[in-house]
């Protein structure tokens, strides 16, 4: 059985960051741990834009340090879209930001996979809650 380790980290950077001298990506596991942290979520709100070559420099230096990295996915992945283009572009999103978290050497990524939408009434499953 796995033990459970409970860590804690930020998604991004704040204002901090640039303030406390770091400068790109390569800082994020030097500035994660001088804040006492062990974790990161790496943003990718706007797409998947750190090169594999460069995730993986930073994965070695965050294990190093105990850190571990999770994805966000970006954010307009619509997994439930009408649209089939805009259906598949989502499975490419997270294909992307699954690549990058391994790169990254984490194991979660995080995504919003969009509403039902218009499709509410049309989904049998799919209950309508009065109260």
């Given at each position: 059985?796995s ?70 996915a ?11 283009e ?33 499709q ?12």
């Amino acid at each position: 059985m796995s033990e459970w380790k409970i860590r804690f980290g930020t998604a991004g950077t704040s204002d901090s960051f640039t303030a406390m001298g770091y400068k790109n990506s390569l800082d994020i596991p030097a500035y994660t741990e001088k804040m006492g942290l062990d974790a990161f979520e790496y943003q990718c709100g706007h797409g998947v834009r750190l090169g594999l070559d460069k995730a993986r420099q930073m994965a070695d230096d965050a294990a190093a340090r105990g850190i571990l990295f999770s994805v966000h996915a970006p954010y307009y992945i619509s997994a439930s879209s009408l649209d089939e283009e805009k259906r598949l572009n989502s499975v490419n999103y997270l294909l992307q930001s699954a690549a990058l978290c391994r790169a990254l050497g984490g194991r979660r990524v995080i995504f919003h996979s969009g509403s039902c939408g218009r499709q509410a009434g049309k989904l049998p499953w799919k209950k309508r809650w009065t109260p």
